[in-house]
T-cell receptor
């Protein structure tokens, strides 16, 4: 059964701690993305990766870091430098990054900073 | 002007009604367009792509108006299960094919 998995579903973090969100896909997609969603706002792109061992900053990359060591995995680390980390984080993937390629989303991780 | 704009709603409609949403975009070079559906506290799911000639999938019809730079989504015979937020997604031109999401239009279908 192909798809995108994210874990954990809910995550609580104390201020000053780094935390890593997992994203795995078995769709054999080349491109992967991280977005955050805040109430009343559209999804905003944090980082994206078009191929293994390569990734680029999105619109709001400050305070985040990623790696893409394997095609199927694209973990996101929320560092203590991110000032407002509480949000709904969504991982997505697509076959490629051409304009017709559809993005498919994982179920998301809700991060709350206490 | 925002890159992609949607009326946040909510649109409260009775079962069986027809409802339409519009989404305007600012970049005339935008290449492709999609409608996603997002249920409360869930991930967005692709509803349909929007083609230049317009396209229909059951009760749903999507249209693109390049001259006026908007896309639309029409839902006929609304069901309770259609209640959700509908996100407009626009992909621009360029090496990355930048994707911009609208903030969504909330639909509530009432019994």
């Amino acid at each position: 059964d192909g798809g995108i998995t994210q874990s954990p579903k809910y995550l609580f973090r104390k201020e000053g701690q780094n935390v890593t969100l997992s994203c795995e896909q078995n769709l054999n997609h080349d491109a992967m993305y991280w977005y955050r969603q805040d109430p009343g706002q559209g999804l905003r792109l944090i980082y994206y990766s078009q191929i293994v061992n390569d990734f680029q900053k999105g619109d709001i990359a400050e305070g985040y870091s990623v790696s893409r060591e394997k095609k199927e995995s694209f973990p996101l680390t929320v560092t203590s430098a991110q000032k407002n980390p509480t949000a709904f984080y969504l991982c997505a993937s697509s076959i490629g990054s051409q304009f017709a390629d559809t993005q498919y989303f994982g179920p998301g991780t809700r991060l709350t900073v206490l | 002007r925002k890159e992609v704009e949607q009326d946040p709603g909510p649109f409260n409609v009775p079962e069986g009604a027809t409802v339409a949403f519009n989404c305007t975009y600012s970049n005339s070079a935008s290449q492709s367009f999609f409608w996603y559906r997002q249920d409360c506290r869930k991930e967005p799911k692709l509803l349909m792509s929007v083609y230049s000639s317009g396209n229909e999938d059951g009760r749903f019809t999507a249209q693109l108006n390049r001259a006026s730079q908007y896309i639309s989504l029409l839902i006929r015979d609304s069901k309770l299960s259609d209640s959700a937020t509908y996100l407009c997604v626009v992909k621009g031109a360029g090496g990355y094919q930048k994707v911009t999401f609208g903030t969504g239009t909330k639909l509530q279908v009432i019994p």
